[in-house]
């Protein structure tokens, strides 16, 4: 891992870019922190140039707490080359959504399968990196971003202490299973009109999880509706099960 | 309004007993407040002196925030006067439950009906005497207790300006159309494997309110399992609404 910029955000957080292999990404710890820090993997839709200044304030918030976050550009999105198969998936989808056509499975099995499978191992990499820095000590946790990447991850990476999930993307059916061997709590936030998700798919991938405790907030309108009172309400389930 | 008992719990409640004619009450005030408090009616399943060790925990928990309680009894229930046709339509819905059989809405409307009927008008009493208090000033939220009593109350009275509601016990199909009449802020909470309900059910009187702010939290387990961090939420929401 190759740390590329630094600079202090009020005195409260350092910011810090790195490299790690080809994958691109930002680290947040807290400038206060007397111990180690847990540390929460933010999830995004692709692109961290445009998503920055939203990652920022949940790195923000989540300093507040004593806990580090950081995020990695997903495969094939901002500056990373993009991958063919994924893209022709995607236009498959929005055609789809265009029409009003229900989403076929095979489409979501397309462009979800191939992302989740390049994500994790990155994912995991940097969980490998970052845990290596003396300033962090884990436990880790996962927030939002590409629901069916969480799922794997949380699924997989005994790492992972807890997960707060946004079921604002399709997930194959395929993956269900992975769903079922999830048992780490969890926080699955659903924005209940969210133009672009299944929302009966969420509700059954949310019974399907075999966490004993997991909590599902629904929420109203559409999938960047998100209410404040929800990002403190996801601050509150990290500091239970990190702090 | 008849207060026939008064004490203080820990110099933070005054806690009164009350009868309006028949209908026995608790009013639970923040002993500190400087100004006349927001008011919040406490549901509960029926039998006031049963749920008392629950109920008086939620009314401690709303004085912190500076929050009155009351709560009536049921009609049916505690010393008041059984409803024959309402024990027969519980032992109804305990033989269907008990016998695996999908619970037919004819028992569900009479069980519910004339609760809803009977309960709807004593709770609209008991808040025109108890905002003629000079210690209560309003705005008025509803937490809990039988689901389709709060949604009477949330559509047809005008002085609720906030519902915390327990999908934890069946609707009628007829109710629907008061569902969707509910424009207040909703929190509804809902147990995802309660045995006394139906979940999908509950999703879909949640997908019916006409609240332009609704969010629903289903916890695990049943029926009495909703997490201490649930009734924190709860407060938090008041504290929105009501403050």
Redesign the interface.
């Known amino acids: 891992m190759l740390f590329t910029s630094e600079r202090h955000l009020d005195n409260a957080v350092l910011e810090r870019e790195f490299t790690l292999g080809e994958v691109p990404g930002i680290l947040w710890t807290p400038s206060a922190a007397a111990e180690p820090a847990p540390l929460i993997l933010l999830g995004q839709q692709g692109g961290l140039q445009r998503m920055y200044p939203r990652l920022v304030g949940r790195a923000r918030s989540s300093a507040e707490l004593g806990i580090a976050s950081a995020a990695v550009e997903l495969p094939g999105s901002g500056d990373r080359p993009r991958l063919p198969d994924l893209e022709r998936a995607r236009a498959d989808l929005r055609r789809a959504v265009a029409a009003g056509e229900p989403v076929d499975d095979e489409i979501v099995e397309r462009l979800i399968l191939p992302l989740v499978d390049r994500a994790v191992p990155e994912w995991q990499a940097t969980l490998d990196a970052l845990l290596a820095l003396p300033e962090l000590g884990g436990p880790v946790g996962l927030s939002g971003g590409v629901f069916a990447i969480g799922i794997r991850m949380a699924a997989l990476d005994p790492r992972i202490a807890a997960a707060a999930l946004f079921a604002g993307s399709y997930v194959p059916a395929a993956m269900f299973e992975e769903a079922r061997r999830v048992t780490v709590p969890l926080h699955v936030m659903l924005q209940?009109d969210d133009e672009g998700n299944d929302r009966q798919q969420a509700?059954d991938l949310?019974?399907a999880f075999g966490?004993?405790?997991?909590?599902?907030?629904?929420?109203?309108g559409g999938h960047t509706g998100i209410?404040q009172?929800?990002g403190e309400?996801v601050g509150?389930f990290f500091t239970?099960h990190l702090r």
Do not use: I, V
Not at 211 to 220: R, W
């Open positions: 209940w509700l949310f019974d966490s004993p405790e997991k909590t599902l907030h629904a929420n109203m209410p009172f929800e309400a509150r239970r």
